[in-house]
């Protein structure tokens, strides 16, 4: 990574910091991806171009007549952002080439929800890091394609209803799990690839910038709960983000060319297993998976506790193993 | 043409002809994906980017359809951007076309045009460019290597001028043009450089009454490429056509000085009439066809038939009055068209050139002649045939068949 040097903030620098992602957007109470999406903007180290795929947050922030952001902001298509971040990072490099540009350098973000990132705008994305362009993807996981009406996504979570995935009464939600899309960017030998929450607010700041400190691509995958999606309680959001990690089902993580970290607050439940939260804790409030404690449907709850450990367990294995 | 222009002749096939055009033309960003029977642009460029005979960025994508958005994005980002494909590419492209034009992004694109699937076919017909009329980029086609090589430089003085805005596609028509060895007679580096000159960026207003540059700049925060719904998208249109109108009267513009300083002109650049003055009976065709109907009408003066040609180079925006001028007094017109338009009553030539000629008081009978698909070969006896039915038509004033096959086994 460029510097070695830590960001240090506080709470009190984030709350001065202005927003670049401001407010009077149409995102629904509680949402997710806009409270994510707002701190991710809190990071940003100076002239920043943001990109971003069509999906929730692309429709609520740039209505027009009127713009939620701040920065120079593109939006083309659904499978694009990384696409898009290419042609951005390739023009500034040779604008800056020509003597062009007025700025020394100008870091690119491309955004996307699990709908662009998961299934259509994945080839985009692969192809993107594999060519090495200096961007930040960031993916906003409200695990279904929430903008068009909660339809399941390659990111939607093994149970979960949603309406192309209606819990009926031969089949109880989503019967697949969900892609391990952060392994598969890690499988891109990328120099940087993070998982993070917002309950965790400063590890995930910190992501944001050690990804956007990387000269190449850089990756983070950001819990993000829907609670129109979800059928959560507006007010719950943030407790789903703290939950979600202490039951290991979106473990926060750093890997860095190859290496794998844990970040603190999976690292504390490593340590302390006994820490560690069933699913069902973190299920049991969703809508979106009442169906499953249906007893006719113990089978999937006992399978997703069961792949959840798994996955834990690998991850915990891959610390250990690029110690 | 301008006298202390020097040019240099060079053997070029047309697919080497655009590259040559865009390794002269100062482009920032080409991001472009290889497909037969475009790969040689694509092929040739690089070459030029290893060899470092050019400044710009190459980002060789891995589909077409990020190759187009890579080009909006640079293109949004102020850089002078170009692409090129063909076919199943192109298709892929569909949705980023309408949005290259839709975000006002001026990024130019060679189109070596070939047959879309199914079946599968690598071969030259216009199906590929014809299905994206609509698509909002302004079209224009080429006879030889040369007029590619003209029109490419001519395309990014089009696309970028502010007050067309629209992304321009030059096509040439797959292995006839694009694989077929040419001399073409090419500008100074320099004199091409001044040109085409710097890409100029519209002022647009922000919503504190401050005129900045239409770009992705961070000193100038814009959003681009919104949402705009019932309230506004409308509006949005109407404005596109607007560029296009303008781009008709551009597109003479820039024709007319290329013409000065090369010495090569191509009609009036939207239009090129051969023979047509006196003509009772004419064809009308695009692309490279153009050529070999050139030497029937001579063929047929020399026989004393009152023959002519309109070769439509621009069709996109439609030159509606100039195909009204050229071909009102003409007494039978046979359109080729070289893609099909299933269920139409005729290909896409057919319907524009009919229609333009509709509220005439006198116009010709029209008919439509579908030839060449996927690469079916055609040669002047067929088209001598055509001539001739034509003669019949105007002689008899009546149309048996308004839709024919030509080339085709029935």
Same mark, same amino acid.
């Given at each position: ?45 100076? /002239? ?8 929730? #947050? &692309?429709? *609520?922030? $740039?209505?027009? +007549? =009127? ?112 892609? /391990? ?8 030998? #990328? &120099?940087? *690839?993070? $998982?993070?929450? +917002? =309950? ?124 | ?410």
């Amino acid at each position: 990574m460029a510097t070695t040097q830590e960001w240090k903030i506080t709470a009190k620098d984030i709350a001065e910091k202005p927003d670049i992602l401001m407010p009077g957007h149409r995102a629904c109470a509680g949402c997710g991806p806009a409270h994510a999406l707002r701190l991710v903007m809190k990071a940003i180290r100076g /002239p920043t171009i943001v990109t971003e795929a069509t999906g929730c #947050m &692309e429709v *609520v922030t $740039s209505i027009y +007549p =009127y713009t939620s952001w701040a920065v120079p902001w593109l939006h083309t298509a659904f499978e694009t952002s990384a696409a898009n971040a290419s042609g951005i990072e390739a023009a500034l490099k040779v604008l800056k080439r020509k003597g062009k540009l007025k700025q020394e350098h100008v870091d690119v973000i491309a955004i996307a929800g699990d709908g662009g990132t998961f299934d259509i705008g994945f080839q985009a994305l692969s192809g993107a890091v594999e060519r090495g362009h200096d961007f930040l993807f960031v993916l906003y996981d409200n695990e279904a394609y929430m903008n068009t009406g909660i339809q399941r996504s390659g990111g939607t979570p093994m149970g979960a209803a949603t309406t192309t995935t209606p819990a009926g009464s031969v089949m109880p939600g989503k019967l697949q799990h969900k892609k /391990p899309i952060a392994d598969i960017m890690v499988a891109h030998g #990328m &120099e940087y *690839v993070a $998982s993070a929450s +917002p =309950y965790y607010w400063k590890d995930l700041l910190q992501k944001v910038r050690r990804g956007l400190e990387v000269e190449g691509p850089a990756f983070l995958h950001l819990f993000a709960p829907c609670p129109r999606g979800w059928r959560t309680d507006p007010a719950k959001t943030i407790n789903y983000s703290k939950l979600a990690v202490e039951s290991c089902v979106f473990p926060v993580y750093e890997v860095v060319n190859g290496k794998y970290t844990l970040s603190t607050p999976s690292k504390l439940i490593a340590l302390a297993p006994q820490k560690k939260k069933p699913v069902a804790d973190y299920l049991k409030g969703q809508g979106r998976y009442r169906h499953l404690f249906a007893p006719q449907n113990k089978h999937m709850l006992d399978e997703i506790q069961r792949w959840t450990d798994e996955r834990w367990a690998k991850l915990q294995q891959k610390v250990e193993q690029t110690a | 043409m301008k006298s202390d222009v020097k040019q240099e002749t060079l053997a070029l096939n047309g697919d080497e002809a655009v590259a040559y055009a865009v390794k002269q033309s100062d482009v920032d960003v080409v991001a472009a994906y290889p497909i037969t029977p475009q790969t040689i642009m694509v092929e040739k460029f690089s070459e030029y980017v290893a060899n470092g005979e050019v400044e710009t960025e190459f980002v060789c994508t891995e589909s077409e359809h990020s190759a187009m958005a890579a080009s909006i994005s640079a293109s949004a980002t102020g850089a002078r951007a170009f692409t090129a494909t063909a076919s199943a590419g192109l298709a892929l492209m569909h949705e980023m076309l309408f949005v290259a034009s839709g975000c006002r992004t001026p990024v130019v694109m060679a189109v070596a045009n070939r047959a879309l699937s199914a079946p599968l076919n690598i071969h030259g017909d216009h199906s590929d460019t014809m299905a994206e009329r609509d698509s909002g980029w302004v079209q224009i086609y080429v006879e030889n290597a040369q007029e590619a090589y003209d029109s490419v430089i001519q395309a990014f003085r089009i696309a970028e001028h502010t007050s067309v805005l629209l992304p321009v596609l030059v096509g040439l028509d797959g292995f006839t043009l694009s694989h077929t060895l040419e001399n073409v007679t090419a500008l100074s580096d320099a004199d091409v450089k001044e040109f085409i000159g710097e890409r100029k960026l519209i002022n647009v207003l922000t919503h504190e009454g401050k005129s900045v540059p239409f770009k992705l700049d961070p000193d100038n925060p814009m959003t681009m490429g919104p949402i705009a719904l019932q309230n506004y998208y409308f509006e949005f249109k109407r404005q596109q056509e607007e560029g296009m109108k303008n781009a008709l009267a551009l597109i003479r513009q820039v024709h007319d000085e290329y013409a000065k300083l090369s010495g090569r002109s191509y009609g009036n650049g939207l239009v090129e009439k051969y023979q047509l003055d006196d003509a009772e009976i004419a064809v009308v065709c695009v692309g490279s066809t153009a050529g070999t109907m050139k030497t029937v009408v001579d063929e047929l003066r020399a026989e004393g038939v009152k023959a002519g040609l309109l070769k439509l180079r621009t069709f996109r925006p439609f030159p509606v009055e100039e195909i009204q001028n050229a071909l009102g007094k003409v007494h039978a017109v046979g359109i080729m068209d070289k893609s099909m338009s299933f269920g139409g009553n005729g290909g896409a030539v057919f319907h524009e050139v009919r229609h333009a000629l509709y509220d005439l008081a006198e116009r010709p009978l029209v008919v439509d002649y579908i030839y060449g698909l996927g690469g079916r070969d055609y040669n002047p006896k067929e088209f001598k045939k055509i001539f001739n039915e034509l003669r019949q038509i105007a002689h008899s004033k009546r149309v048996h068949k308004l839709v024919n096959f030509t080339g085709l086994r029935e």
